[in-house]
């Protein structure tokens, strides 16, 4: 189930463009299967970790299951080196797949890192062309991602 964006009151564009998704399937078969789908986008898995687990064992806390997957895509990359190097510091892209309580889906939500980019204003102005394409490239690879995850969601269940 889809819900591209997340709508509230007096977000940034980059908070109102947020993909959001809904899985029902058990989080132990999402993350892998969310994982899965961005790598097979030619995004490449930087890192892959556990927020609940590292807040239990780091601060003895309880939080629900949430994922952290950490991506990048050459091509995005590149092209933001290409437009100032020092934009590596928003790189690279993030997803997280989390569960609510008293929700019986999984949700995946992704806030684009090259749409902050834009929105915090971090490359000169005469770049803004170059970052609205970087901006328009990194939407397609997500909604490419998006559509994936959508259509295989029961494939990937019925495994």
């Keep these: 189930m889809s819900d591209q964006s997340v709508s509230g009151s007096n977000r940034?564009?980059?908070?109102?463009?947020a993909m959001h998704l809904t899985l029902d399937m058990p989080f132990e078969d999402a993350v892998p299967f969310v994982q899965l789908e961005h790598e097979l986008a030619d995004f490449e898995t930087v890192k892959l970790t556990r927020l609940d687990e590292m807040i239990a064992g780091m601060l003895g806390e309880e939080v629900e299951r949430t994922a952290l997957l950490v991506v990048c895509h050459p091509e995005i990359a590149r092209d933001a080196l290409a437009i100032d190097q020092t934009l590596a510091g928003m790189l690279p892209c993030t997803t997280v797949?989390?569960?609510?309580?008293?929700?019986p889906y999984v949700h995946v939500h992704h806030v684009s890192a090259t749409k902050a980019i834009r929105d915090l204003g971090c490359a000169d102005a005469e770049a803004a062309g170059d970052v609205e394409e970087l901006v328009s490239f990194t939407g397609d690879r997500m909604q490419a991602v998006w559509e994936n995850i959508e259509a295989n969601a029961e494939i990937a269940t019925a495994v």
Excluded: C, G
């Design 12 to 17: 940034s564009p980059t908070a109102e463009e």
């Design 97 to 103: 797949v989390y569960e609510r309580p008293d929700d």
